[in-house]
C-alpha cells in the first residue's frame, strides 16, 4: 500500500491512500530484479579468427575447446560474409593481454576486442 501526503495551498494536508494489487507488486519486483541481472559493461573479448570460410571456423571453434576447455565463454558469431570466433570475458586490459599470450600459442591471429559483457560473465556466473 502507498500512501501520499499532499499540502494543498490553504495549507491543509490531506492524505491518499492507494491500494496495489499483490500480483502487481511481484511483477514490478521481478521487472527491477530482471534489469539488475542485465547489467553490462565495456570490457575484453579475444577474437580468436575472423574468417568467410564456416568450416574453418567450426575446426577452430572445437580446437579451442580442446586446448582451452576451462574458458566458459566461447561463442561464434556471423556479421556477414564473415564469422568470428569470440572467448572469454575480461574487465581490464591487462587481464586480456595476460591470456591472449596463451592464446596465440594455439592461435597466432587472435586479438583482443572491446564487447559489452554482462557483469555476470566477468563473475564467471555463466
Known amino acids: 500500500m502507498l500512501t501520499f ?57 572445437s580446437d579451442f575447446r580442446y586446448y582451452f576447455p576451462e574458458v566458459k565463454y566461447v561463442h561464434w558469431k556471423q556479421v556477414s560474409p564473415y564469422y568470428k570466433v569470440i572467448i572469454g570475458a575480461y574487465e581490464t586490459k591487462p587481464d586480456v593481454l595476460a591470456f591472449l599470450q596463451k592464446v596465440k600459442e594455439k592461435f597466432p591471429s587472435a586479438i583482443p576486442v572491446v564487447e559489452k559483457i554482462k557483469e555476470k560473465e566477468l563473475l564467471g556466473m555463466q
Request: no cysteine; hydrophobic share 35%; proline share 2%.
Open 5 to 61: 501526503l499532499l499540502a494543498g495551498f490553504n495549507s491543509q494536508a490531506q492524505q491518499i491512500l492507494i491500494n496495489e494489487d499483490p500480483d502487481i507488486s511481484s511483477l514490478m519486483e521481478k521487472y527491477l530484479s530482471w534489469g539488475e541481472d542485465e547489467q553490462t559493461i565495456n570490457g575484453w573479448r579475444i577474437q580468436i579468427i575472423n574468417t568467410d570460410d564456416r568450416r574453418r571456423m567450426e575446426k577452430d571453434l
